[in-house]
């Protein structure tokens, strides 16, 4: 009885130091941006900073957009101003010609869609913008952005 | 009768050896052709759109689709090339997921669902999906030594994203400049004109050609028979190696014209001079000039005017000097 004892003490005393040293290895602090933009035929270029400070191991980011009718064209920025990401969609025809209904791909439908995510390990201290430009644009923008820290 | 049945077996003869020509020389077709490792989430069918600049990359709207095909049920596909112009251009082979439309483009991240390649008419080569992680994320091309180096270049250019810059900036810097001086390289050395271009693209030329003038005239100079879009795109965005002597030229002209229009101020301007001689002379020195032309003598001019002897003596000294005379007889001559 004794001896179990000491077995099982053992054995909880090990198994609490392995879950403590897996605790004290990695911690990470992540910080969500979620922002969702709905474009009603606008024009109007707009900028979102995302502030990277010190500590930063990683940075996500992550832009959708859906357009009907008009373009869209997202940068992405890092602090020197050198574009890091873009892409541009835009449907052709005029907003009055097009045809909700068809959504099968069977040539007709002009929606289009874009999607970028970048993860960028140990980004650039500074902000980091994107930049959103529409024209006469018609659909909506949806920006993610997570930042990890190792504490 | 059998004189004509000669002929008719001549003739159809004839046709059946011509028909037998025509077939041979018929061009073959060509393909892009793969296969690709497809889940439930993705719709069976592959696009092929052209991209006509660099710029365009990740440009996305129906428009620029042109085919499409169906892939099987083990993920196989084929693209015809026979209509596309015979030169190599640029085009993007991409698939969308259900509930997408086809015109999307989805850019990094597991469910990356494009590549770029390099085709014209007369290509022939195969795309292959390897591996489960994305579909297009680990692909190998077989039949296209320009496509494998677009591959090298890509993946050059990803470690910009992916690298490990822990430490400090100036870490960054140099391993960023380490990379851009590759592709640099990449360009230098590559024997396709497009994949060239392609590492230039990649190698952020906007923001550091004015770094390497040299680098840039040369490889100008280098492609300068190469009429494509892609080429013509990219020289608009780099500045002429003659535009700095242009400039020089014109400052020497505009110099030259000012020196020339000093010149023929001044000439007009000292000819005017000394045509009216008179105009160097005071108000006063003119009444007396008159009175001197007239014959009077200093005491009548001082009379005359109520001033001083020694004052009129002034006066003349004064005239003399300025018409470049020495006694009354030269002033009276002077018209």
Same mark, same amino acid.
């Given at each position: ?25 990695? =911690? ?12 009603? !035929?606008?024009?109007? @270029? ?8 010190k !500590? ?29 990401? =873009? ?20 040539? #007709? ?10 993860y ?20 909506g923008?949806?920006?993610?952005? +997570? ?5 | 009768?059998? +004189?004509?049945c #000669?002929?008719?077996?001549?003739? @159809? ?11 041979? =020389? ?17 719709? +069976? ?17 129906s ?6 095909? @169906?892939?099987?049920?083990? !993920? ?31 850019i ?9 390649v390099? @085709? ?12 489960? $992680?994305?579909?297009? +994320? ?87 028979? $190469? ?28 110099? !030259? ?13 000292s000819? #005017? ?22 014959g009077?003598?200093? #005491? $009548? ?32 001559n002077?018209?």
């Amino acid at each position: 009885m004794k001896k179990l004892f000491q077995v099982f003490s053992i054995t909880l005393l090990t198994m609490a130091m392995s879950v403590g040293s897996c605790l004290a290895q990695t =911690n990470h602090t992540v910080l969500n941006m979620d922002r969702k933009i709905d474009l009603n !035929g606008d024009s109007t @270029t707009e900028e979102i900073k995302i502030e990277v400070q010190k !500590g930063t191991s990683g940075l996500e980011m992550a832009i959708s957009s859906v357009i009907r009718s008009g373009s869209l064209t997202i940068e992405i920025y890092n602090p020197n101003g050198e574009k890091k990401g =873009n892409f541009s969609v835009g449907g052709q025809l005029k907003p009055s010609t097009i045809d909700r209904n068809k959504k099968d791909g069977g040539g #007709k439908s002009e929606v289009a869609n874009g999607r970028i995510t970048k993860y960028i390990e140990n980004p650039q201290l500074g902000n980091w913008v994107i930049k959103i430009i529409p024209e006469r644009a018609e659909g909506g923008v949806s920006i993610t952005s +997570r930042q990890s820290y190792d504490d | 009768m059998n +004189r004509w049945c #000669k002929i008719l077996n001549l003739i @159809t003869v004839a046709i059946l050896i011509t028909s037998g020509e025509v077939q041979a =020389n018929e061009p073959k077709d060509h393909f892009i052709s793969g296969q690709l490792n497809l889940d439930n989430s993705w719709n +069976r069918v592959v696009y092929l759109s052209h991209i006509p600049t660099f710029a365009d990359m990740y440009r996305m709207s129906s428009d620029m689709i042109i085919e499409k095909a @169906t892939l099987d049920a083990s !993920g196989h596909f084929k693209i015809k090339t026979g209509y596309l112009p015979v030169e190599d251009q640029l085009y993007r082979i991409h698939l969308s997921k259900k509930n997408d439309p086809p015109a999307s483009l989805i850019i990094g991240g597991q469910d990356e669902n494009h590549i770029f390649v390099i @085709t014209g008419r007369n290509s022939d080569f195969e795309i292959l999906g390897k591996g489960d $992680e994305g579909v297009f +994320r680990n692909i190998a091309i077989s039949g296209s030594a320009a496509n494998r180096a677009f591959q090298v270049i890509n993946e050059a250019a990803s470690y910009l994203d992916s690298g490990d810059f822990s430490g400090s900036s100036v870490k960054r810097e140099f391993i960023t400049k380490a990379i851009y001086e590759k592709l640099r390289f990449m360009a230098d050395t590559s024997t396709h004109p497009l994949t060239s271009l392609y590492a230039i693209y990649s190698s952020n030329f906007e923001s550091n050609h004015t770094q390497h003038p040299e680098y840039y005239e040369a490889y100008l100079k280098k492609w300068r028979d $190469e009429k494509s879009s892609y080429f013509t795109a990219f020289r608009n965005q780099i500045p002429l190696p003659s535009s700095g002597s242009k400039d020089l030229s014109g400052i020497a002209i505009a110099l !030259g014209f000012l020196i020339i229009g000093l010149a023929i101020g001044w000439f007009v301007f000292s000819r #005017k001079k000394k045509t009216d001689p008179l105009v160097a002379l005071s108000v006063q020195e003119r009444k007396v000039f008159e009175m001197i032309q007239n014959g009077s003598s200093n #005491k $009548e001019i001082s009379e005359e005017f109520n001033i001083g002897l020694s004052t009129v003596k002034s006066h003349v000294s004064s005239i003399y000097a300025k018409l470049e005379i020495s006694s009354r007889k030269e002033a009276m001559n002077l018209k």
